[in-house]
């Protein structure tokens, strides 16, 4: 081979080599890098946790365990709704790898539109995102408790209290899914709701976030409550993680001052107020929120038996337990039970809360906690405990693969008409006739002239309440979500030809404390009455919420009895409608006049609502979730007491009138039953009146001798069904026999809940029923 020739062919080989070479430089770098196990989501949610939790410093758990609230973010004022603060979000995200916020009352953008919201929201997640070395993605929270009641635009749903009067866990089930909806669609994936405290003491200001005062109640009630909001897949674009609070028996303290210690038995705090916190377990619930308050003297969140022993162990919950606003710290400031915010801190992760409502000072708690993991005061063992929890949450939530959402897809998923009559449906279903003496109502449509008055009858702030825009309710006018007040209501569902005079009745709120302008009021009030044929007078309470409620009297304002007082002096017909989170004492004054509906808080849809029922277009449904005390005196006073306590209520628990009567005959129950069994038990209702109907089935148990005190009565089963006029239907309800369970031995109340065999008798309506129930 000559020179020219070998010289070619090493040409050749060397140029071959070098695009072989650089077809493999092209295929290397083509090569994505490969993913860290975490951040693949084909992975078991618990390999991926595992994964990222060894590659996280001390500093960055414990950034996870803590939660800011957003104004902290808005300024440096801490309630400025100002822009997004640089320094701010650097020294929460930066400096402290918070992986947590939320939204307290009234922590808004402005403008508090759907769309800011969502701009907010993810605003923070890319700050936060773009500045985590690991890109853990923050979960936000808000109290969303009737719809999502801090976006001006949202449909507000009545209160709890008043959904509990429907009976009906499918429409709190249909209400909770659509607030999900509207919550994950401004790019809040925490819901701190539903709420799962026994309603027993009026006096209390929460009373009305309350599904009432029987357990089995708000059980179903809160159970398809999580059902509504977490769904069957929690990464779904329209479901959030529920937190079901406050765990427990915060709702019954001994004063009925909100926040204040609880002495309750160990016996009635497992049988009464656990209940509805087993029952959201039991249905998934992916969060716990703790009591604010103590029981028996302790802080519940430094009780590692509520905490550990029952919530943990005995009911079997695994996911994320958070402090509510500044509870960590109140161990110290209120409580007293620790010397210093540290010892505070290491008291209550010690006992089992996982994630602490700050809310305001991120390195106050990131800082102490870190300190005392390195004195190994608290373990890290504890502290991945915490953050294995909050971690799996986010997975579940899918926000390491879809941490944002389309800020103008927002207000098309928030302002949607069929919420608005969800809530008309919802408000029907809950206000609850209470009297109607000679069938006053409904009322004709075509009456020449109705007379709308009382400091409700216009205010659509009163008809939502507390939690709605604001913490203590809508304060500024022009953030008035849309509603239909009873006004309105009313003066869209009269004929044309029928006057409807309108007078405030009460003077204006700067003063409400002159008798000259009160005395003005109502007699511009009386004036219109003499020309009307009947007088509708809506009185009530203005909003409130949390300690801002508390009451010693829940009396009716003395200008709103003394405006009734003078309607009936007309001798026209008076038909009462209170509008509150609770039932008033008003006993006198309900007595004076023909007509009575309970509305509560109906929300946006309110006054259309009443004017369905009002004029007969609805047939009111409502039975009273809470008894209805004749006297202050008597409080706290409930149905299922013990023997030996009186009960003399106006209304009692389960009571509601309605247009049409119902007739139950056939009652069947078996003789016998195990006590792991079940009892099926049928009834036949007919309605027996000349309008469609809905009744509420009720069925009670009691035992009248047993080893324990136990309830007189309980409940132990209900369905709502709906009659067309002579229409009968054949109920059959599966009941549980261990509904009819008691903690025994002795007065400490530790012991396992049992069946005691013996004869039981079961009541519906008017008609009782014996069985026994053997070994």
Known sequence: MNRRKLSLLMLVTALSVALAGSHFAIATAEKPPSKPPYLDPSLPVEKRVKDLLKRMTL???????????????????????????????????????????????????????????????????????QHSRLKIPIIYGVDAVHGHNNVLGATIYPHNIGLANSWNPSLVREINKRTAKEVRATGIHWNFAPDADIGRDLRWGRYYETFGEDPLLASEMVGAAVAGLEGDKLSSSDRVAASVKHYVGYSQPLNGEDRAPADLSLRTLREIFLPPFERA????????????????????????????????????FQGVVVSDWEDIIKLHT????????????????????????????????????????????????????????????????????????????????????????????AATQSITLLKNEKNLLPLKKDLSTILVTGPSADNPANQMGGWTIGWQGVENPEEMPPAVTLLEGIKGKVSKNTRVLYEPGVPPEDQKDDPGAVDKAIKKAVNAAKKADVIIVAVGETPYAEGEGNTSTAALSQAQTKLIRALNDTGKDVVVVLVAGRPLMMTETIESVPAFLMAYLPGTEGGSALADILFGDANPSGKLASTWPKRIGQVPTFYNRQPGASYDPLFPFGY???????????????????PKGALRVEVTVTNTGKRAGDEIVQVYADRQYQSVLSPVERLVAFQRISLKPGESKRVILDIPVSRLSVIPGDILGTEKRVVEPGTYQLRVGDLTKTFTISQ
Do not use: C
């Open 656 to 674: 509601g009138l309605s247009y049409t009567s119902f007739r139950y005959e056939n009652f069947q129950v078996p003789k016998s039953a195990k």
């Open 281 to 316: 377990v039991q249905n998934g619930a992916e969060t716990i929120m703790v009591n604010s308050g103590s029981v028996n003297g302790i802080p519940v969140h430094a009780s590692e038996y509520l905490l550990k022993d029952v919530l943990r162990k005995e009911l079997g």
């Open 59 to 129: 500093e960055e758990k414990v950034g996870q365990m803590t939660q800011i609230n957003v104004t902290r973010l808005m300024g440096e004022d801490e309630w400025d709704r100002g822009p997004l603060n640089e320094e701010w979000m650097k020294k929460v995200f930066v400096d402290n790898h918070v992986g947590s916020i939320l939204s307290g009352g009234g922590a808004a953008p402005v403008p508090n539109t759907p769309e800011e919201w969502a701009k907010m929201t993810n605003t923070l997640q890319r700050y936060a995102l």
């Open 334 to 425: 209120v409580h007293k039970i620790a010397p210093t915010y540290k010892e505070a801190i290491r008291i209550s992760i010690n006992a089992g809360v996982d994630m602490s409502m700050v809310p305001l000072d991120a390195e106050g708690f990131t800082k102490n906690l870190i300190e005392l993991v390195k004195e190994k005061k608290v373990s890290e063992k504890r502290i991945d405990e915490a953050v294995s929890r909050i971690l799996t949450l986010k997975f579940r939530l899918g926000l390491f693969e879809n941490p944002y959402v389309d800020e103008k897809k927002a207000k098309e998923i928030i302002v949607d008409q069929a919420d608005r009559e969800l809530a008309r449906r």
